[in-house]
């Protein structure tokens, strides 16, 4: 366990006790592998109530899984999936997109990590050309690895171009928990319900120990994914221990009380820091988590007592995050550290 305060991460926190309780409540006694058990069936219609009747859902690992496979169940090796050149798709999956699935990522520049009909439309060239990638994905991530939000407007936008031209709107949602409380908005109201065809969704980064879903809301789209998810590596035997966190995550509002902690702590992190002189706030802070440019000094010393990490070598941008266990006291001690850091230069 880290002896100082941690910022780097959403997964660097520990589990709920909610969920740590429900793991205990399904480790008696036997019942059936391969997600044929009544805790999977449970969670399930579960989730069946937040993203429609129509849905098909399954659960997975973790977050790369979910994104690489529900990908692979909708495109072909000769397909070219859209995504922001901050996705955590492109970035941080270690090629895994293209190795498995065998797509072709084009990585459009944003500002804030958000893509646009305006963004997307020059990279929509080739369309039935035998020489070049059909685009048939667009992949937005909410909220976005900048900290910003989509909101259900410019998600429909988005999905009603993608379905213009023939492609399908991927969301990779792990942390679609923090966009919904950001924007007071239920789970759906951001994704199925404007047009998201497969999605993402995360419990990890929210209180969960681990374990993602893939949400397919047209059941035609999901023919094959029991097998990829096999061929994946990805077919869980003992899925209780999934299916069950997921379960009482989305029960009593588990998932919107944690998002909405860690987004307020970002949120009162901004409102200290963002005064201080030598700082610079770098994005809306609109989820939970904060970029700011702070001198490069600063950012050694501050490491010696606190984990975050720097975003951009170049610019000494660093990314700041909060999670459910997040407190206050670490906070307002955090800012302070950042006014010595800087009064000691």
Known sequence: MLSFADFGSDNHSGVHPDILDALRNVNEGYT?????????????????????????????????????????????????????????????????????????????????????????????????????????????????????????????????????HDMLLHMDGARLCNAAAFLN???????????????????????????????????????????????????????????????????NDLWLQNASHANEMAHLLARQIQNIPGVQITQKVEANMVYAKIPNQCITRLQRQYYFHRFNEHTCEVRLMCSFTTKPEDVLSFAQAIRKALDAT
Do not use: W
């Open 32 to 164: 059936v592998a391969y997600g044929l058990d009544k805790y999977t069936k449970k969670a399930v219609e579960q989730m069946k109530e937040i993203f429609g009747k129509q849905s098909a859902i399954f659960f997975v690992y973790n977050g790369t899984a979910a994104n690489i496979l529900g990908l692979k169940t909708v495109t072909d090796s000769f397909h070219s999936v859209f995504c922001a050149e901050s996705a955590h798709l492109t970035v941080h999956e270690c090629c895994g997109p293209e190795c498995f699935i065998g797509c072709k990522l084009v990585n459009i520049p944003t500002s804030d990590g958000k893509l646009t009909v305006d963004l997307i439309q020059p990279y929509l060239i080739g369309v039935g050309d035998a020489h070049m990638a059909q685009p048939h994905v667009i992949s937005l991530t909410q909220a976005t690895e900048r900290g910003t939000t989509y909101r259900p407007k410019e998600i429909q936008k988005l999905a009603d171009f993608a379905h213009k």
């Open 185 to 251: 908005v239920g789970l759906n109201e951001i994704c199925g319900k404007v047009g998201v065809d497969v999605l993402s969704f995360g419990g990890t980064k929210n209180g969960m120990m681990y374990g993602e879903a893939v949400v397919f809301f047209n059941k035609a789209l999901a023919k094959n994914f029991e097998f990829i998810r096999k061929q994946g590596m990805q077919l869980t035997s003992k899925m209780r221990y999934i299916s069950t966190q997921f379960s009482a995550f989305l029960s």
